[in-house]
């Protein structure tokens, strides 16, 4: 009977002694993986500020016509090639504003170094004011209106960037260019997504002669070298395209040449897993090919696929952005950011106007946020590692 007690009274006390299981390990424990990855992304602060900077940015490339203060090919007359204006609080009188306001703005010539400068008329003050009337526009090729997001009365001129060559605003300008230049990364990812899973896991679920001649041509484009292929297939689109047909077809060859790195992961991955469990026994349930490949494969690592194509989008901006700039790529009327760093290609337009490099600082922001994003992404991707 004392045995009894004392077996009893140990069983309690292993009982009492086992670590009770806190509701947010339960909620973990029960988690799928796509809300682990989230948890965890959440966490990555340099990550998270990146989808901000992204998300405001593709914002802005949306709604363009409405957020610049003018249209794209707008000219001022009386502020060609001027520096970006100056917002001001303190008027000449040192008295504080809380709406900010501009001078308004003359140009200058310098005898002796024939440089254009600046200088402000104080005794014209024009305040900047939101949803204000401006030029005419068509959102997107839809309605027309001349609503803008932020100017200055008629009369005045806000050029917060400068202007180029020609007068037309720098910011409106590079406003615009987020919209092809951004976009372009977007369409030319998708098509290389499409292409890459369906070569890559056409060699990797059958392997074999397939395999080996899908491997071939992936190699043949591996080694030659990637911009002067660019080159010499952007060189070869007609001069007398329009534009739209050059946008698409810069899009085409960026993701002609860009699907070869997806698709080796992907080969990867479907030689590691078509022999596994799930597979054998998706199979032996008479289940198509197709529906194995869709349906089993491909999501058990589509988190590693969603890295990979975000860590792509830079290189396609950059591509498009080097083509342009060295204007075989785009071409004006078009506007984006590669084709406005066109026009600072010689060192005598840097020198006199260093603001026409502006569109350059975007594209490193946009360049970084998506690196930042992808690293994010890649360590979200294995939400069982311990590692911070």
């Known amino acids: 009977m004392d045995e009894v007690k004392k077996e009893v009274k140990e069983i309690k006390e292993a009982e009492k002694s086992k670590k009770k299981v806190t509701p947010q390990e339960e909620k973990l424990y029960v ?7 989230w948890w965890r992304f959440k966490r990555h602060k340099l990550a998270m500020s ?3 900077v992204l998300v405001i940015f593709y914002l802005v490339a949306v709604f363009c016509e409405f957020i610049s203060p003018y249209e794209p090919f707008e000219r001022d007359l009386n502020y060609v090639q001027a520096p970006p204006q100056k917002i001001h609080f303190v008027d000449e009188e040192g008295k504080f504003h809380f709406v900010p306001f501009t001078y308004q703005t003359k140009q200058t010539l310098d005898p002796e170094t024939w440089a254009w400068g600046s200088v402000e008329d104080k005794s014209q003050r024009y305040t900047i004011r939101l949803f204000v009337r401006g030029s005419r526009y068509k959102f997107w090729n839809l309605f027309y209106s001349d609503l803008h997001l932020f100017g200055v009365e008629k009369g005045g001129n806000i050029h917060l960037l400068g202007t180029d060559r ?5 910011l409106s300008r590079i406003i615009y260019g987020s919209r092809i230049s951004l976009s372009i990364g977007l369409i030319g990812v998708a098509f290389s997504f499409i292409l890459g899973i369906i070569f890559g896991g056409i060699a990797g679920y059958y392997g074999g002669v397939v395999d080996n001649v899908i491997q071939r041509i992936i190699e043949t484009l591996i080694s030659i070298p990637g911009l002067p292929l660019w080159m010499a297939l952007s060189a070869a689109l007609p001069a007398t395209w329009p534009s739209i047909r050059v946008y698409f077809g810069m899009t085409v ?20 897993l078509r022999e596994e469990d799930f597979v054998v026994a998706a199979r032996l349930c008479g289940t198509s090919e197709g529906k194995i490949i869709f349906k089993h494969l ?16 830079p290189g396609m901006i950059l591509g498009e952005t080097t083509l342009s700039f060295l204007n075989i790529g ?17 060192v005598q337009a840097v020198a006199m106007a260093p603001w026409l490099l502006f569109p350059a600082l975007f594209v490193i922001i ?4 998506f690196n930042f994003l992808g690293d994010g992404l890649r360590d979200a991707a294995d939400p069982y590692s311990t590692n911070e």
């Not at 491909?298 to 989008?313: E, G, K, Q, W």
């Open 31 to 37: 988690a799928s993986q796509w809300r682990l990855m």
């Open 50 to 52: 990146s989808a901000v």
């Open 166 to 170: 020609l007068g037309r605003d720098m």
């Open 253 to 272: 060859i960026m993701s002609v040449l860009g699907w070869t790195g997806l698709a080796r992961v992907v080969r990867g991955k479907f030689l590691a």
């Open 298 to 313: 491909l999501p058990s690592f589509m988190s590693h696929i969603i890295v990979s194509l975000t860590l792509a989008v």
């Open 330 to 346: 785009l071409r004006p009327p078009i506007v984006s950011w590669g084709v406005l760093l066109n026009g600072a290609q010689n």
């Open 366 to 369: 946009a360049v970084l946020a």
